[in-house]
């Protein structure tokens, strides 16, 4: 699960690459960039919720 | 790029004070800790500094390189994207006089020691002394160079917009994310959870230590942010009073926030909290020293002396991150907000007002520097064990890595606190 999320981490990275690399400045290239930060921010999540310890207390 | 003597001169002034803040934050990071792991910290501070510093020299320089030298570069969309420099190692046929590569050759090794520092602060306390140098040898070959290539050395992030004048991003949310990276590695401290994962409170051993690095670490904050707003921003001589003064202004605000928070939420002021406030102002301040007016640089910093405390809470109690010097709090957290800060309060005179590249720069640092440190220095510690045993951190890091404790002469009568 923490690959997982490091992976996403890159993965969003590389999308937002992609929308600078691939699209004019405008308002498709923001959004594509936003999805790319989206993908980054679940990846985030996933690497941080990997890390925590387990606890029977915990939902 | 050609700099006048005025410029060189005053760059070369400024680098001179700037490794005080490295002084500061190794200070710092040793008052936080336990008095058993005092001597141990200082040592780490040294070197992770000398193993940065020397990895920079080997092949971190190369990759970094400098505006207008050789780079390499990708063809991507039909652009060229300029990735990493191609500068000779070992700093070869560096020019011995005041030219800007060699001024941005010494702002990068004092640059690299700043943000080699930093991951002890998350690390402390277990973190054992062979480790710490591989891994800061790996950020001063590879994750810091690339980074600053990509933001001073007129790389791709620079050309979308990206502005970092003195290193909020560049040095101190690439530290805080390595520290990040490091604390999960590392586990929490022995002791610092219970099993229902209830924090216990570790204070540091010696907050007039804390307290006198912070003002070490003004200090040197002042000598970083304006060689780095002459050397990356193109600002002009007249400017630096102005770099100066939000930089100072951003620290204050930021210590009074965090001492006013923490009265207001406990009773009491706290020190170490205000410590951590007042670095987390100089932090935020960084990106946008030579182009936040005052006001914007006082704002700047007294919401990241709010952000610090909360992030702190956070980390340490939802998050269950053990994080004994705050790096992460007040280096990424308020690394971020800086780079944030600055595009939305900055007042460029060059016309760089763009918060969508300060977006990607942040996303940059989560999405490449974050898998990077996390993905080596977990490579690493399949080689080479990075935490020590739990005997060793019962006894102390000073005895159990150095063999000597760091205040052998303190022996604790408890008979000398009876009341007479």
Same mark, same amino acid.
């Given at each position: 699960?923490?690959?997982?999320?490091?992976?996403?981490?890159?993965?969003?990275?590389?999308?937002?690459?992609?929308?600078?690399?691939?699209?004019?400045?405008?308002?498709?290239?923001?959004?594509?960039?936003?999805?790319?930060?989206?993908?980054?921010?679940?990846?985030?999540?996933?690497?941080?919720?990997?890390?925590?310890?387990?606890?029977?207390?915990?939902? | 790029?050609?700099?006048?003597?005025?410029?060189?001169?005053?760059?070369?002034?400024? #680098?001179?004070?700037?490794?005080?803040?490295?002084?500061?934050?190794?200070?710092?990071?040793?008052?936080? @800790?336990?008095?058993?792991?005092?001597?141990?910290?200082?040592?780490?501070a040294l070197c992770a500094v000398s193993a940065a510093?020397?990895?920079?020299?080997?092949?971190?320089?190369?990759?970094? @390189?400098?505006?207008?030298?050789?780079?390499?570069?990708?063809?991507?969309?039909?652009?060229?994207?300029?990735?990493? *420099?191609?500068?000779?190692?070992?700093?070869?046929?560096?020019?011995?006089? @005041?030219?800007? %590569?060699?001024?941005?050759?010494?702002?990068?090794?004092?640059?690299?020691?700043?943000?080699?520092?930093?991951?002890?602060?998350?690390?402390?306390?277990?973190?054992? #002394?062979?480790?710490?140098?591989?891994?800061?040898?790996?950020?001063?070959?590879?994750?810091?160079? =690339?980074?600053?290539?990509? %933001?001073?050395?007129?790389?791709?992030?620079?050309?979308?917009?990206?502005?970092?004048?003195?290193?909020?991003g560049t040095i101190h949310v690439v530290g805080g994310? %390595?520290?990040?990276?490091?604390?999960?590695?590392?586990?929490?401290?022995?002791?610092?959870?219970?099993?229902? @994962?209830?924090?216990?409170?570790?204070?540091?051993?010696?907050?007039?230590?804390?307290?006198?690095?912070?003002?070490?670490?003004?200090?040197?904050?002042?000598?970083?942010?304006?060689?780095?707003?002459?050397?990356?921003?193109?600002?002009?001589?007249?400017?630096?009073?102005?770099?100066?003064?939000?930089? =100072?202004?951003? *620290?204050?605000?930021?210590?009074?926030?965090?001492?006013?928070?923490?009265?207001?939420?406990?009773?009491?002021?706290?020190?170490?909290?205000?410590?951590?406030?007042?670095?987390?102002?100089?932090?935020?301040?960084?990106?946008?020293?030579?182009?936040?007016?005052?006001?914007?640089?006082?704002?700047?910093?007294?919401?990241?002396?709010?952000?610090?405390?909360?992030?702190?809470?956070?980390?340490? =109690?939802? =998050?269950?991150?053990?994080?004994? *010097?705050?790096?992460?709090?007040?280096?990424?957290?308020?690394?971020?907000?800086?780079?944030?800060?600055?595009?939305?309060?900055?007042?460029?005179?060059?016309?760089?007002?763009?918060?969508?590249?300060?977006?990607?720069?942040?996303?940059?640092?989560?999405?490449?520097? #974050?898998?990077?440190?996390?993905?080596?220095?977990?490579?690493?510690?399949?080689?080479?064990?990075?935490?020590?045993?739990?005997?060793?951190?019962? /006894?102390?890091?000073?005895?159990?890595?150095?063999?000597?404790?760091?205040?052998? $002469?303190?022996? %604790?009568?408890?008979? $000398?606190?009876? /009341?007479?």
């Open positions: 699960m923490k690959i997982a999320g490091f992976l996403l981490l890159f993965s969003g990275w590389l999308l937002i690459l992609a929308a600078i690399a691939l699209l004019p400045a405008g308002m498709s290239r923001n959004i594509f960039a936003l999805a790319g930060g989206s993908v980054e921010a679940l990846g985030l999540i996933l690497a941080v919720r990997s890390h925590l310890p387990v606890r029977s207390d915990r939902g | 790029m050609a700099l006048t003597e005025l410029q060189s001169a005053l760059a070369l002034v400024c #680098l001179l004070i700037g490794p005080l803040a490295a002084a500061g934050l190794a200070l710092i990071n040793t008052g936080l @800790g336990r008095s058993r792991n005092a001597a141990h910290a200082a040592m780490s510093g020397c990895a920079y020299f080997v092949v971190g320089h190369t990759l970094q @390189g400098a505006t207008g030298q050789s780079i390499r570069a990708l063809s991507l969309g039909g652009h060229a994207w300029d990735f990493a *420099g191609a500068m000779p190692p070992f700093l070869m046929r560096l020019p011995a006089s @005041g030219s800007y %590569t060699a001024l941005t050759a010494l702002m990068g090794m004092e640059s690299v020691a700043l943000a080699s520092l930093i991951p002890l602060g998350g690390g402390g306390e277990r973190w054992r #002394l062979g480790s710490i140098c591989a891994s800061s040898a790996f950020l001063g070959a590879i994750t810091f160079p =690339l980074f600053a290539h990509w %933001t001073w050395s007129g790389g791709w992030l620079r050309s979308v917009g990206y502005t970092d004048a003195g290193g909020s994310i %390595t520290a990040l990276a490091i604390a999960w590695l590392l586990g929490p401290r022995r002791g610092k959870y219970s099993s229902e @994962g209830m924090p216990m409170a570790v204070p540091g051993h010696s907050i007039v230590l804390v307290l006198f690095g912070c003002l070490l670490a003004g200090a040197g904050w002042l000598g970083l942010n304006c060689a780095g707003a002459l050397l990356f921003s193109g600002a002009r001589p007249e400017r630096l009073a102005l770099v100066a003064v939000n930089t =100072l202004l951003a *620290g204050s605000s930021a210590a009074l926030a965090s001492a006013a928070l923490t009265r207001a939420r406990f009773g009491r002021a706290d020190a170490s909290l205000t410590a951590n406030g007042w670095v987390g102002g100089l932090v935020s301040i960084s990106a946008g020293c030579a182009i936040l007016p005052p006001a914007a640089a006082a704002l700047a910093g007294a919401i990241a002396g709010t952000l610090v405390v909360f992030s702190v809470e956070l980390l340490e =109690l939802r =998050l269950e991150i053990d994080d004994p *010097g705050g790096s992460i709090s007040v280096h990424a957290i308020s690394g971020c907000w800086g780079l944030l800060a600055a595009g939305l309060l900055g007042r460029d005179p060059a016309g760089i007002e763009s918060v969508f590249g300060q977006l990607v720069g942040i996303a940059t640092l989560f999405g490449f520097v #974050l898998p990077l440190s996390w993905g080596v220095n977990a490579a690493m510690d399949r080689f080479f064990i990075m935490r020590a045993p739990p005997e060793g951190e019962r /006894q102390g890091m000073d005895l159990y890595e150095l063999g000597a404790g760091a205040y052998p $002469d303190f022996i %604790t009568h408890t008979d $000398d606190f009876l /009341q007479r």
